[in-house]
């Protein structure tokens, strides 16, 4: 990997941590968790789905980069790199919320989620919202 490379995909998990960071506090009322009176815990648990945010995007920014040979991929094909990480993103959060929700109950939604199917709304929105905020902002510094 070149400097230039990693000068990207540096850039693109700073920008992940920003976005999926914010999206992650708007949507936290919406999980029972924010009823937790243990504030640390909470923050906790806060910390750790933005970290697993920024390791998704960042896995997905890296594949995408593979499938098109290009670390640059969002400037001249963000569309099609945008469609297979929004694919991934929502395919792998379809089956993470439903393990974690309805299997292992490490989680549960508060009666204020709309859910589509019994998935949450919220999360499936991050993975189609903040993709496309993270590639229009990446063309837009270009």
């Known amino acids: 990997m070149t400097s230039d490379a990693l000068k990207r995909l540096l850039r693109w998990a ?18 029972t968790l924010w009823e937790d009176t243990d504030r640390r ?7 750790h ?3 697993g945010d920024v390791l998704i995007a960042t896995t997905l920014f890296l594949l995408v980069a593979a499938m098109f040979r290009d670390f640059d ?3 001249p094909g963000p569309w099609r790199g945008g469609l297979v990480m929004i ?11 439903w393990y974690n929700v309805y299997q292992a109950h490490a989680w549960s939604y508060a009666a204020s989620m709309p859910l ?3 998935i949450g709304l919220a999360p499936l ?5 903040v993709p496309i905020l993270m590639i229009a902002l990446i063309r837009r510094r270009q």
């Open 14 to 31: 700073a920008l992940a941590f920003v976005l999926h960071g914010l999206w992650e506090a708007a949507q936290l009322p919406l999980y």
């Open 41 to 47: 815990r909470v923050l906790a648990y806060l910390l």
């Open 49 to 51: 789905c933005i970290a």
């Open 73 to 75: 991929w969002p400037v």
């Open 87 to 97: 694919t991934a993103g929502l395919a792998y959060t379809v089956f993470s919320e």
């Open 116 to 118: 589509v199917a019994g």
């Open 125 to 129: 929105m991050q993975w189609i919202v």
